[in-house]
């Protein structure tokens, strides 16, 4: 049975490693293709295998089953005649006239059935549609335990596009009063907040997104911080997993899809307001006991949603 994996493949971000993700997964036991829909990343390209759809070729997914990842581009008239046995639909994002677009192209307008993947409780309620709830995959093996020296200035930092919709309006005041707290900060996929932001030489760095591998760039972190734009609500957060699978104490806002699956005080931090997370991180700033406590937990809890159990479970509903 073959498997057709749906995604422009054009960034090295969420939606296309979720699909890289499913590939390792899935074509250790069936014929797996990656299309995309665009030219893909050059990095992606060196990870997995990809094709590019070029239906005039009749170079397109024909038969088995095909899986979109991702409503938030467009798809060619390809779909309305090329068969296939099941048609899958990922969910992860919230914007609800882009998905009914999608999904009334994709399933010829309610001709076709199609199958729906929620990557979170959040987004299939705001979706308003049945369907099954299975978090973005991630590689586990990637991202190993951080191992702090002991003299290094406490440090504060995340990773994510380099976009607004991926930074609160408030965040420069918020790294301002870290840093004037002692603390480092280093954010990758910042610099669109380099106007923003007084330069402040050593303890503040705000890098192009994708300076350096997101393992590695964990591992120069104390603590992971984030949250995203009022307007932006983040489907599922795979960045916040990373980090805590690299043992990382995690200081999230509430505003997100990852909250579901986290235990304020126990695996995680969850604020609502500035304050809230200051304290917060001022707290582990202080306590390498409280840090070490949420880290291990943190990880535990990656390790309890990535399960074998989980994994099965993906397998068995690609593969049926």
């Known amino acids: 049975m073959a498997i057709h994996l749906i995604n422009p493949m054009e960034d090295y971000t969420g939606a296309e490693l979720h699909t890289a993700n499913l590939y390792r997964i899935l074509s250790e036991h069936t014929n797996v293709t990656i299309w995309s829909t665009l030219e893909p990343d050059v990095r992606l390209a060196q990870l997995v295998p990809i094709r590019r759809i070029r239906a005039w070729r009749g170079q397109m997914p024909i038969g088995g089953t095909i899986v979109f990842v991702g409503f938030y581009y467009y798809v060619g008239r390809w779909v309305s005649f090329t068969p296939n046995r099941r048609r899958i639909l990922v969910c992860n ?7 009914k677009h999608f999904y009334r192209r994709i399933s010829l307008d309610g001709r076709r059935s199609v199958e729906l993947v929620h990557v979170s409780e959040s987004i299939k309620q705001m979706i308003g549609l049945p369907g099954w709830i299975c978090p973005s995959p991630i590689d586990l093996e990637l991202f190993s335990a951080v191992s702090a020296p002991r003299d290094r200035t406490f440090t504060v930092g ?8 991926k930074h609160h309006d408030d965040e420069p005041a ?8 002692g603390c480092k900060v280093r954010v990758m996929g910042g610099t669109l907040l380099q106007d923003r932001m007084a330069p402040c030489p050593g303890n503040l760095e705000l890098m192009p997104f994708g300076a350096e591998p997101s393992p590695a760039f964990l591992q120069q972190l104390d603590c992971f911080y984030y949250r995203t734009n009022s307007n932006f609500f983040e489907a599922y957060g795979r960045v916040v997993f990373e980090a805590m699978a690299c043992g990382l104490p995690v200081v999230v806002h509430r505003n997100g899809g990852y909250a579901e699956f986290l235990t304020h005080g126990e695996d995680a931090f969850i604020f609502d307001t500035d304050d809230e997370a200051f304290e917060m991180i001022m707290r582990l700033k202080a306590d390498p006991d409280l840090r070490a406590r949420i880290g ?13 159990h989980q994994v ?4 068995q509903f690609y593969l049926a």
């Open 158 to 165: 995340r990773h994510s596009r380099d976009t607004s919709q």
């Open 93 to 99: 994002t919230d914007h609800v006239p882009s998905f």
């Open 312 to 315: 099965n479970d993906l397998k």
């Open 296 to 308: 291990t937990n943190a990880r535990k809890r990656v390790r309890q949603i990535y399960s074998d």
């Open 174 to 181: 918020f790294y301002a009063r870290l840093l004037a707290a």
